[in-house]
């Protein structure tokens, strides 16, 4: 392609200004006798309805010579703007490029750009979600990179998603470095299963594993969590090779022993359940979560070789707290006590008075007591 100035050619690029728009064609003065002209077909490789949407008065255009037909030089700008688009879209093809371009239509099936050519995104690669609806997206600039390119075929097909992923894989990989185990983070539940809740920290998923919902047993995830639920969960292990993290919720929660000794004192009388028997005593849950040790020694007031001969699992009893500990999360229970009181009770609403008989039943079980000592 040679540029000459008096004796044009078909292929030859020349450059011109514009000097006169009309509604189907634009007039540039290329320097010769005649105007060149530019049908507003050979203005853009999309389709335009407007020339002075692609081009305005005085502007300079690089364009090529289509055809000459008796005075008449046809130009094109949609050509010369190709060729340039192929070698500049290989060259960021071959080099994983991202760029901006903006939406000039919605068709079927996906978007056209302008990227000096026709391209195309098609729907499944305009986001790393479904859209329904694309009309919001015209005028809209996006970032994208080129995916496919084949000049034979014309076609042009680039790719925002994959910009989106990129992105996403980068923070993914800035967040999983920055996350200590121990640290508290804001999440959101994204999924539940049988076995936990997959919770969005910021870009990246982290499991809570049922066990690690509840300071008591759980037997489904949904009884505590919901979908979309804003949450705080702890850091319990990062595994950045494999992208796993592990959640736990319940350490972000109030324990059941926290501020156990303002809502429990020793000397209160509490009602509980038998929950498991052991060689010297009995472990009774007072509240959710909250156990306290009946010792075999404090079952009864009377001798036992061993707690099943008093108690029953699940069996609901009432016992005195003898003692409350939050830091060591220990309380000590008694029915024994409870048993001597209420035999003391007993014998006084029965006792008569000292005066009328000269002694007292306290007199007589005391009498017997040393007698038994002796």
Known sequence: MVESNNELQVGNIVTGTVVKIEEKQVFVDIGQKQEGIIPISELSNLHVENPKDVV?????????????????????????????????????????????????????????????????????????????????????????????????????????????????????KELLQSLEVGQVVDGTVQRITDFGAFVDIGGVDGLVHISELSHTHVDKVSDVLEEGQEIKVEILSVDEENERISLSYKNTLPGPWEGIEERIKPGDVVEGTVKRIVDFGAFVEIEEGVEGLLHISQIANRHIKTPDEVLDIDQKIKAKVLSVS??????????????????KEELKAYELPKESTGFSISDIVGEELSKLKE
């Open 56 to 172: 305005e008065d005085g502007q300079q255009l690089e364009l090529m010579v289509k055809k000459i037909e008796d005075e008449n030089v046809i130009l094109s700008k949609r050509m010369v703007d190709a060729e340039k688009a192929w070698e500049d879209l290989q060259q960021k093809l071959e080099n994983g490029e991202k760029f901006d371009t903006q939406v000039k239509e919605v068709v079927k099936g996906g978007l056209v750009v302008d990227v000096g050519l026709r391209g195309f995104i098609p729907a499944s690669l305009v986001e790393t979600y479904y859209v329904d609806d694309f009309s919001d997206y015209i005028n809209k600039t996006l970032t994208v990179k080129v995916v496919d390119l084949d000049r034979e075929q014309n076609r042009v097909i680039l790719s925002h998603r994959a910009v989106v992923e990129e992105e996403q894989e980068k923070k993914k």
């Open 326 to 343: 939050e830091k060591d999360e220990r309380i000590a229970l008694s029915m024994k006590q409870l048993e001597q009181e209420k035999e």
